[in-house]
């Protein structure tokens, strides 16, 4: 009955098995075998059981109406009015399942119809788990063997409860990832947010700019009153100056008509007429005390630039 087998299977053989198997009902695809947009398989009938919500398991997987996620990838599947039936077939799948099955069947028994003998008994099949040494077994060794102590349950029931346990744990996987994909949308899009805050930047901006140009139309302002008090009393000394310069300029003038006339003729009279000139013309404007003085400019903006430096965002409790 070929006892050995079962137990080594050739290992490209198993290879190619595994791929075959629905991430579903974790058995051989079985047609029709239906791809879904991510390039992965489903038997239909898994695929319809997640889009009919048959199967607790399934449920975990559909987002709403119409849509469901891949169990292999995640990848959101979008279905249109036809269903599960509009998904194409993957005909070179079932081809492949159809090979696979031909040569099994002329080489060996498939994975999931073998049924390994027992080590101890080779005529006897493995049909029992013991469930104290957490081994299969085969009922002689559980009558007269090392198992004969132990406590043992049919294969068949503790194959259908850790498949059971494993769907469970599949679900609750799916679950925990759903979970997890939730979050990280979630951190996306608050990521996204804080990435697209223009419009408070562009506030901020606008509020400095209108600073400086306030700044800089009090500058403007303010060197203006500089300016045009500097200018009014340069210009006015300016005045002075070039009045007392023509009156000195007068002034020799006089003086060396004086003394070249000394000696003519009614000299008296000619003093006395050029000294009296002089004398009226001889009066000069006193400035005023601190004329030159322009310390009522001097500025102090301590207190401004301790302001300035205390700028910041409004301080508030967050609702």
Do not use: W
Not at 73 to 79: G, K, M, N, S, T
Not at 83 to 105: C, T
Not at 154 to 170: C, F, H, R
């Amino acid at each position: 009955e070929g006892c050995g087998r079962g137990l080594s299977p050739d290992l490209p053989s198993l290879s190619l098995e595994r791929q075959l198997i629905c991430p579903i009902c974790l058995e051989m695809f079985t047609k029709p075998v239906v791809i879904l947009p991510c390039q992965h398989n489903l038997c239909r009938k898994c695929a319809n059981d997640i889009f009919q919500v048959s199967n607790p398991t399934c449920s975990l997987l559909l987002l709403g109406r119409g849509r469901f996620r891949c169990p292999s990838c995640r990848h959101e599947v979008v279905l249109d009015r036809h269903g599960v039936y509009g998904l194409q077939r993957n005909l070179l799948v079932e081809n492949i399942i159809d090979i696979y099955k031909q040569e099994s069947a002329s080489s060996r028994p498939l994975l999931k119809t073998e049924h390994p003998s027992c080590e101890e008994h080779e005529e006897e099949k493995i049909n029992i788990y013991c469930m104290t040494c957490g081994v299969p077994t085969c009922s002689l060794c559980k009558v007269f063997g090392e198992h004969k102590e132990c406590e043992v349950a049919p294969l068949s029931d503790i194959y259908m409860k850790q498949k059971s346990a494993l769907t469970d744990g599949i679900g609750a996987l799916v679950a925990t990832n759903d979970r997890i994909q939730v979050f990280i949308d979630n951190l996306q899009g608050t990521c996204k947010n804080i990435e697209v805050l223009h419009a408070q930047k562009q506030a901020l901006c606008e509020k400095f700019d209108r600073m400086y140009a306030i700044l800089e139309e009090r500058r403007k302002i303010m060197l203006q009153r500089i300016t045009y008090e500097q200018e009014e009393k340069t210009q006015h000394l300016k005045s002075l100056t070039r009045s007392y310069s023509e009156h000195t300029e007068s002034s020799s003038k006089l003086v060396d008509a004086a003394l070249q006339s000394m000696e003519e003729l009614q000299m008296d009279v000619f003093v006395q007429v050029t000294i009296s000139e002089v004398t009226q013309s001889c009066e000069v404007e006193a400035l005023e005390s601190g004329y030159d003085n322009m310390e009522h400019y001097a500025v102090d903006f301590n207190a401004e630039e301790r302001v300035l430096y205390q700028l910041d965002f409004i301080k508030g409790e967050r609702k």
